[in-house]
């Protein structure tokens, strides 16, 4: 050996779920980067705590808009919009929450079993894409 010691740690492949203790920085089978246990535990961690900002943040805004759709006054703001409108918007506050809430799960499998939950991740991303359309459509609508 030339002096440098080789420490093997648990390592897996986000691609093709390959899962080892190796020393190995690209994976044996599809050439991708190997990721540290430790390294999608942290992963998990943020994803958690974007989950818990989305769901406090677009839960303190509806809270907040319900007070000023039920409780108008002259000196607080005042909701002139459509039924429909005000349905738009607290359905998109809902999905937003929805993605939030399947981070943090997704997160926590993460930061729990230090491995990647192909099948949540996915769940999530599909949930990104339904709220991207969906506002999308919200904003043509109302157009």
Not at 31 to 36: A, D, E, K, N, V
Not at 86 to 113: N, P
Request: with cysteine; charged share 15%; net charge positive.
């Amino acid at each position: 050996m030339n002096g440098q010691v080789t420490t093997t740690k648990p390592r897996s492949c986000y691609k093709c779920g390959y899962f080892a203790d190796t020393a190995e920085a690209k994976c044996p089978q599809c050439g991708r980067i190997l990721h540290t246990v430790i390294a999608t535990r942290i992963r998990g961690l943020l994803m958690m705590l974007c989950g818990v900002f989305l769901m406090a943040i677009i839960g303190y805004i509806s809270i907040w808009m319900l007070d000023v759709i039920y409780n108008p006054g002259p000196s607080k703001a005042q909701f002139t919009g459509t039924q429909e409108e005000k349905l738009g918007i607290f359905a998109l506050f809902a999905g937003i929450i929805v993605f939030g809430l399947g981070s943090f799960i997704t997160g926590a499998w993460q930061a729990a079993f230090g491995r990647r939950n192909k099948t949540l991740s996915w769940i999530v991303v599909g949930l990104g894409i339904l709220i991207f359309v969906g506002g999308g459509a919200t904003v043509w609508f109302f157009k």
